[in-house]
């Protein structure tokens, strides 16, 4: 069966004169749009379907220049604001010797508003232009967040180091990555599933779900086990040996082991002692974060390394990417901030969630993030979150990561293990 393959979507944003049309006939090889010095030249969004060497098909959007004054002018805002909420990633062009910057801040601000990637090229059009990117960026303080590059757009010679620049930074929509790309076929997985009274009934949560539908996919055999935490956890020796005792039985049945145990982050420390050692082990937040930032679980795992260093007075934030309503032992409400008074006193904890991050003006004052599993928001808002972290400097760890590395160095070498990390 063929394969749909979506078209990246790519437009070229900026004024009027920045050199938009040239940029498109750069990338086309051709008189794609017309490219002249009268403003406003291109009065409708142009588009072409074209192969870009490394990145597959691609629609690329010429669009008018923001900063005409007139009737028709406001109506070419409006297309090429549509144009832009279409599009996976936006070129913003920039004239270095521009007098002022509201087009490009104007631009700016609407792509990060909806998680857009931007990449800036500055046009050159004089030689002396080049020294005046230093003062554009003072004005234009939100261009730290993207990367930039600096070219001549009517020169054919500069079409191979533009492409390489867009290879280099764009992240494509079309980048397809595997939820557990450990699962193999005709194997077992025990999905561990810990219910509470206060659990609502129904439905599972969507990482359970996700998971559950793709050990499926792969025609492998998902199982899951509801562990009862509390009695796992008991003071009672005898209470927690019989749950364990359960645990023991449900694996003792099959006749061919499974092959890994995903569990919910909660139960790490329990897992990690009960998952036996030839089992793998990892867990739902993990997967989840693992995906949606498209593969760079990488930087999770380095992140929670930061908590050695936190001193009482540093200040780290917890992150839900929605607001699911919190029950229970919540990880992000309850567990974290336990483990935190006790491990780190003095380390101040402050929550965002759901839309909050977005708004959030302090990133840089944080030592740390601490991320959900962000299976509720889109892989291109968890970029562009990661992307304002990078920039900030400011170090990112997740909850699956964070609850093993509290089991001790084994526990997070195991939990990252079938990952390749
Ligand atoms: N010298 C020079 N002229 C350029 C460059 N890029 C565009 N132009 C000229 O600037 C004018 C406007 O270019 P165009 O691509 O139509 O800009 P648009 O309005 O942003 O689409 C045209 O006369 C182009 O030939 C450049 O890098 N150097
Ligand atoms: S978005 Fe985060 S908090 Fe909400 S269900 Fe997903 S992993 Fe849990
Ligand atoms: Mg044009």
Redesign the pocket.
């Known amino acids: 069966m063929a394969v749909l393959v979506e078209r990246e979507p790519i437009g070229i944003f900026g004024r009027m004169n920045s050199g938009k049309s040239s940029v498109m006939n750069l990338l086309t090889q051709q008189e794609t749009s017309i490219v002249d010095a009268t403003p406003g030249t291109t009065a409708d969004t142009k588009t072409a379907l074209l192969e870009l060497h490394g990145l597959g098909p691609v629609k690329l959007f010429d669009t008018a220049g923001l900063d005409e004054n007139s009737a028709l002018g406001a109506k070419k805002r409006r297309k090429t604001f549509n144009d832009l909420k279409e599009c996976a990633l936006a070129l913003l062009l920039i004239d270095p010797a521009a007098e002022e910057f509201a087009v490009e801040a104007e631009i700016i601000a609407k792509a990060r508003s909806w998680d857009k990637q931007l990449l800036a090229i500055y046009n050159i059009f004089q030689d002396a232009d080049e020294n005046k990117i230093t003062g554009v960026e003072k004005k234009l303080d939100l261009l730290r967040f993207y990367p930039k590059i600096t070219l001549r757009a009517n020169a054919p010679a500069c079409r191979a180091a533009l492409l390489d620049f867009i290879l280099k930074n764009y992240i494509p929509q079309n980048a397809k990555i595997e939820l557990l790309p450990f699962v193999q076929k005709d194997e077992y997985y025990a999905l561990i599933i810990p219910m509470d009274e206060e659990t609502p009934p129904g439905r599972y949560?969507?990482?359970q779900a996700m998971v559950e539908e793709y050990i499926t996919r792969q025609w492998a055999y998902p199982v899951s086990f509801r562990l009862d935490l509390k009695q796992a956890r008991s003071p009672c020796a005898a209470e927690a040996a019989a749950e364990k005792k359960r645990f023991d039985a449900f694996l003792n049945n099959f006749q061919k082991k499974p092959q890994a145990i995903i569990t919910d982050s909660q139960a790490m420390d329990i897992m990690h002692k009960w998952c036996p050692a030839n089992i793998e082990l990892t867990t739902?937040?993990i997967a989840?974060i693992n995906y949606f930032s498209r593969g760079r679980l990488q930087k999770f795992a380095d992140g929670v390394r930061t908590l050695r260093t936190l001193q009482a007075g540093d200040k780290a934030l917890i992150v839900?990417?929605?607001?699911?309503s919190r029950v229970g032992e919540d990880i992000?409400s309850v567990q974290i901030p336990n483990y935190f008074a006790q491990k780190y006193p003095g380390v101040i904890l402050e929550h965002n969630f759901g839309r909050e991050f977005q708004d959030n003006k302090n990133l840089a004052h944080y030592k740390l993030i601490i991320?959900?599993?962000?299976?509720?928001?889109s892989a291109q808002k968890l970029q562009a979150r990661l992307r304002d972290l990078e920039t900030a400097g400011v170090p990112i760890t997740n909850?699956g990561v964070l609850l093993a590395y509290w089991q001790g160095e084994a526990a997070l070498r195991r939990v990252l293990k079938p990952w390749g990390i």
């Open positions: 949560l969507r990482p739902f937040s989840m839900e990417a929605c607001n699911h992000g991320h959900c599993g962000g299976c509720m928001i909850y």
